[in-house]
């Protein structure tokens, strides 16, 4: 008898049938096959049954509890992020900042307004907590506002984490997350001298950039960027600086130049990233803001664009890769936006210049925003026990699972996606709510459909792209 173990199915807009079962295996069928599946007629002769066998669709007949083990092991590897709790530390050493961007989420301070820098004492107590966490690998990121505007705390928090280090089994990494128009040479060599990475905001050609990314003194913030990102490289080094670009109503359609502005500037990828609706952005949405249909369909024309620009390059698009990777491999990518649970606080937290705690930075933008909903406690007040393991993220991460989500229990995608409760709560007001229609789901859902419309009928040289960029490894000359 055949016995087909649990999976999710669609309909696809390419005319097959998609099935994705538990532990993220998936395959294209005819709709005879799956009609043939559903009514109980579908037997060894289908030319498709050893292939759905071998994907975990059907059980072992000889051995069932094997096929259970397989399918358990899988599932183990796409939860593995459970098992590291927490890794991504994220610290708000100020919200003062040189700029004003149009979009910025956690509407930053003014540059002289510093009683919103962190105390280098709540710096210390957030690196003594941080240290408490039972992973193994540690990733300390800078943000603001403008890091670089406090830096003593920048450089005392960095010294003090790798002396807990020496003490400790814990592989550290520091990333420094800065607009660069006022980053110096000697912070820089603090950097390279110390591993920090660098990552930075690019929107685009100079009038598109200055027109996002606004200096509170004036005059051009993209010149100053351009000027010391080949600084930053130069000392840095190439593959420790790295760029993303935030998408609004004004660059939607001119992807393909943003893109192109990429390359000319010697970036190895890209990541399109959509509009969040936090801070100065939903102050101004009704400008910069778009209907997330339009957003799927210029960021899939892009992705086209690309996967053409890699015929002859490697470039990869960062976004795509990440569901790329958790579609064709069974392993957790660590992007805490699409994790179920979700990955807030239990993959990544942040700390505000206050040292109080948030499971996102989403999260925190909301306080900023008015609403502490979200606040799990203060570092100077709360010990690492009730910060992280006490009723408030419990509670959080109940609600936070898409296989208990109304419309995302029972849709086909559920293997490779998430749902971010903090939005969830922003626009309806709970944690949990049916996802269907909502801007998370229009965006990924339909990401979704395309990527795997182009899985199901790849050329080879497609096929060796998209591997290419899952693997990180260029399959083409870069210089070609």
Not at 157 to 181: E, G, H, I, M
Not at 380 to 388: G, Q, T
């Amino acid at each position: 008898m055949t016995r087909f173990l649990p999976f999710q199915f669609r309909y696809h807009p390419n005319g097959q049938v998609l099935l994705v079962n538990e532990c993220g295996d998936y395959s294209f069928v005819p709709q005879s096959t799956f009609e043939d599946i559903i009514s109980g007629n579908f037997t060894k002769e289908n030319r498709q049954y050893f292939d759905l066998q071998s994907r975990l669709f059907l059980e072992q007949a000889e051995n069932n509890e094997f096929s259970l083990q397989k399918t358990a092991a899988k599932y183990r590897s796409r939860k593995a992020y459970l098992r590291d709790f927490t890794s991504l530390h994220m610290m708000v050493v100020t919200l003062r900042c040189n700029q004003r961007c149009e979009y910025c989420q956690v509407s930053c301070a003014e540059h002289d307004a510093h009683k919103y820098d962190m105390p280098v004492h709540t710096a210390l107590k957030i690196v003594d907590t941080i240290f408490e966490s039972p992973s193994k690998s540690i990733k300390i990121e800078f943000q603001g506002g403008e890091p670089t505007l406090h830096w003593d705390v920048v450089k005392e928090t960095v010294l003090y984490a790798k002396k807990k280090q020496q003490k400790s089994d814990k592989v550290l990494y520091f990333v420094l997350c800065t607009n660069l128009t006022g980053i110096t040479k000697e912070q820089l060599l603090f950097c390279r001298d110390h591993g920090i990475c660098i990552s930075t905001s690019l929107d685009g050609a100079k009038p598109l950039h200055d027109k996002h990314r606004v200096l509170r003194s004036r005059g051009s913030s993209y010149d100053l960027f351009i000027r010391n990102l080949f600084l930053a490289r130069e000392i840095v080094g190439e593959d420790n600086v790295d760029a993303l670009m935030t998408t609004t109503a004004f660059s939607l359609r001119k992807l393909p130049e943003i893109i192109e502005e990429y390359i000319v500037l010697g970036f190895n990828g890209i990541f399109i990233r959509s509009l969040n609706p936090y801070g100065f952005a939903a102050e101004q949405s009704g400008v910069l803001g778009y209907d997330m249909h339009e957003f799927v369909a210029a960021y899939t024309e892009a992705l086209r664009h690309i996967l053409s620009i890699n015929r002859t390059r490697f470039f990869p698009e960062h976004f795509a890769t990440i569901l790329l990777s958790r579609i064709l491999t069974p392993f957790s990518t660590g992007f805490v936006d699409l994790q179920s649970p979700a990955g807030i606080g239990i993959s990544g937290v942040i700390y505000d210049y206050d040292g109080s705690v948030y499971p996102s930075d989403e999260a925190r933008m909301l306080a900023r925003m008015g609403d502490v909903h979200f606040n799990l406690g203060n570092v100077h007040r709360d010990p690492y026990k009730e910060i992280f393991g006490g009723s408030k993220l419990r509670s959080i991460i109940k609600d936070a699972c898409v296989e208990v989500t109304p419309s995302c229990a029972h849709c086909v995608y559920q293997a490779f996606c998430g749902t971010d409760p903090v939005r969830n709560y922003l626009e309806s007001g709970s944690e949990i709510r049916k996802m269907e229609g909502t801007p998370f789901c229009i965006k990924h859902k339909g990401i979704f459909d395309f990527i795997f419309s182009l899985l199901a009928d790849m050329s080879e040289e497609e096929e060796n792209i998209i591997w290419s960029w899952v693997a990180r490894s260029p399959t083409v000359d870069r210089n070609a």
